[in-house]
């Protein structure tokens, strides 16, 4: 074990012998900066959810990108992009000795085409990113085999949703988060295996319950309180949750229960020797958060399906292995450092968008190609040589397997992934060497309706009308999707704009840091449950022993 100083934050951290052992095995310097401060950086190289309307640089059509149109980047629409009218070898460039290895590989990054958005197989769906198998699926990210999905972000397997984030096999559900198999369910945190629900945090297996919380197994709860099938039918009606007005003052007598009740220290399901939130059989996994079937992961987020020693990652699946300092690598992939969007590719070094391809070294927007570096091809010998030289100048100035320099990011820090888990004001932001992208984003005051009249959500055309968020001002419209479902589930038209809506939903699931605390039986546990969070903490046995 050994105590460093980070060089970014100045904060003390800690090497775990586990941690050493893993660096000498895939042999890269010992990192200088802190876990937090190591994940800020790398999630700054990755815009999820901000996009905008540009110009593909090749057919000269209107599309939508994660590049902002004010950047000098060339972008290419997804379908010019993976066309094979184009071919990233003819950016090739000569590895020169006597430049850093960094410069050459940002004026490579500069000059190679970025396609506008990644996803692929996806029917009659719009504004999409990394996303797969979506069909008619509009404004969803990182998502894949959905159906009838709008505004969703990680979800997967979902039918007729809005407003979902982290679940799984969920239909005609609205704003629910890490929510699993469920029907017919709105306004919930990981209710797993619930029907006809309202309101439920921390529940498993209940039908025509509202407002419930941990509670498994069960029919006709309100609050916690078992009602005769009559009385809850009768008390339903009387909170009119199909109203606007009937629904906010049901979520505050909610909100106050749900604080009076406590809660398991991290959500942890049938995990070995495992540390994070949010994991699922998960083995040997530690500072992870958001993961399931996963093993020898550490410092991650989003490692899934089979990843394996996947360390300082976010977003690494579907037998994933062997990564470091890398983000969405996926399809199975292995062996990658400081990769972004490599998928399907193995040994890949300082790379992005390089799919199918291995052995790639600081090569950017590869297809089906091997033994590159600076999108050059080369025998597998010189290929060798040229790469060990690099390693070894990275090395001598201890920054082989440190994440791209900051100046490297293609976004600034307000679009990317950084802001959602470590939210900066401008000048922070710059103060701290980030950029910033100040395009004015949203539409304000055009509004074509008000929500007089709207309190119960009946009939009435709101189908192309534009609202203002209630708390932004904002404009935003209703897909006709969306509209259907709030209808199918006679619930009210939300009136925040979908990005607070989503922003509400993460604050709610809290940051992925891990802090000492004590439970309230006694035991010292890592949780990510911060201090300022009202409700008790519980350890696992003892969450067990009351409530299941
Ligand atoms: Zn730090």
């Known amino acids: 074990m050994q105590t460093k100083t980070c060089t970014e934050c100045k904060e003390d951290f800690i090497l775990e012998q586990v941690d050493l052992d893993f660096y000498q095995k895939i042999d890269v310097s010992i990192p200088k900066i802190c876990p937090i401060c190591r994940a800020k950086i790398r999630l700054y190289f990755r815009n999820e959810k901000i996009l905008y309307n540009t110009t593909c640089a090749k057919s000269g059509h209107s599309i939508v990108s994660v590049f902002s149109p004010n950047k000098k980047d060339i972008v290419y629409s997804y379908d010019a992009w993976f066309s094979d009218d184009w071919d990233a070898l003819d950016y090739g460039m000569d590895y020169d000795e006597n430049r850093p290895f960094f410069d050459q590989l940002k004026e490579l990054f500069d000059k190679v085409p970025k396609p506008a958005l990644l996803h692929t197989r996806s029917v009659d769906s719009e504004y999409l990113n990394l996303a797969a198998d979506n069909k008619n699926a509009y404004m969803i990210f990182e998502s894949s085999n959905n159906e009838d999905a709008t505004n969703c972000y990680w979800i997967q397997k979902c039918k007729d949703v809005a407003d979902v984030s982290y679940s799984d096999s969920c239909e005609l559900c609205v704003n629910c988060d890490n929510c699993f198999n469920c029907y017919r369910v709105t306004d919930s945190k990981s209710a797993h295996n619930c029907s006809d629900c309202d309101f439920l ?70 995990c070995i020797n495992s540390s994070g939130n949010y994991l699922k059989n998960m083995k040997n996994c530690t500072y992870t958060f958001h993961g399931y079937d996963a093993e020898e992961c550490r410092y991650a987020e989003h490692v899934l399906r089979n990843a394996k020693e996947c360390v300082d990652v976010s977003t690494a699946g579907l037998n994933a292995e062997v990564i470091f300092n890398s ?62 030289h690099i390693i070894e100048e990275l090395k001598t100035i201890g920054k082989w397997g440190e994440w791209f320099p900051k100046e490297m990011s293609f976004f600034g820090y307000n679009e990317s992934s950084a802001m959602d888990q470590f939210p900066l004001s401008k000048d922070e932001a710059l103060a701290q060497n980030f950029t910033w992208e100040d395009t004015e984003r949203g539409v304000y005051g055009k509004e074509t309706k008000t929500w007089n009249g709207l309190d119960v959500f009946s009939d009435q055309t709101v189908l192309g009308e534009i609202f203002a968020c209630t708390e932004t001002g904002k404009n935003y419209r209703f897909t006709e999707q969306e509209i259907n479902l709030y209808k199918k589930l006679h619930y009210p038209l939300p009136r925040l704009h979908p990005d607070i809506r989503l922003e509400m939903r993460l604050q709610k699931r809290g940051k992925n840091m891990l802090s000492k605390r004590l439970t309230q039986d006694g035991k010292e546990v890592l949780s990510p449950i911060p201090q300022s969070d009202p409700r008790p903490i519980l350890s696992d046995e003892e969450y067990k022993k009351r409530f299941l």
């Open 201 to 270: 945090v921390d529940c498993r297996g209940l039908t025509n319950c509202i407002g419930c919380v941990n509670l498994y197994q069960g029919e006709y709860y309100i609050l916690n309180q078992k009602y005769s099938k009559e009385e809850y039918y009768k008390e339903k009606e009387k909170l009119q949750l199909d109203s606007y007005e009937g629904r906010n003052i049901f979520k505050q007598r909610f909100n106050e229960f749900l604080n009076s009740q406590p809660q398991k220290y991290a959500e942890i399901v049938n």
């Open 327 to 388: 983000l969405n690598s996926g399809l199975d992939t292995a062996h990658q450092i400081c990769a972004f969007a490599c998928w399907s590719s193995t040994y890949a070094f300082y790379s992005g968008y390089c799919f199918n391809s291995n052995n790639v070294f600081g090569c950017f927007g590869l297809r089906k190609k091997e033994y590159c570096i600076l999108n050059k091809q080369y025998s597998k010998e010189d290929y060798t040589k040229i790469k060990n």
